[in-house]
């Protein structure tokens, strides 16, 4: 995936047993890098939502979605945690399960390159040139 593109991770929650899943709360850490969805304009990035999922029936499945754009140097990873807290009916221990998923980045959306000299003497001149390439 480039950085910059908007990635979704689609979470499924299924109970494969013959008793319901109570108090079912799903928590989703996004990448360090990324940008949530709809929090593109804010100063502070959630990067840990936590939704409480309720009730989940013996045998069924439900779905849940999270977006974001992924921020990244290229050739690098990023991981996304989900982790689901529950307990069964008619049960007071609470169980966990985590999932994680690492994604490469396969290209930045801009590269930066700076030229400057190597050292410097106090009251000297100098210059630097700041190279930006947009890889789109």
Known sequence: MAGGDLAEWRIFIENHSDKALEVAD???HYPDSSRPLGEENQMIKLLRVRK???RV???ATIEERFR???FGDKDTFVEATASLEYRFDGSNVIL???EKVS???TRSPVVVSVAAPQALNSGDR???KVEFIKNR
């Open 26 to 28: 799903l928590i989703f």
């Open 52 to 54: 409480n999922i309720g």
């Open 57 to 59: 029936a013996p045998r």
């Open 68 to 70: 974001a754009f992924l």
């Open 96 to 98: 966990a399960r985590d």
């Open 103 to 105: 994604t490469k980045i």
């Open 126 to 128: 100098f210059e630097i």
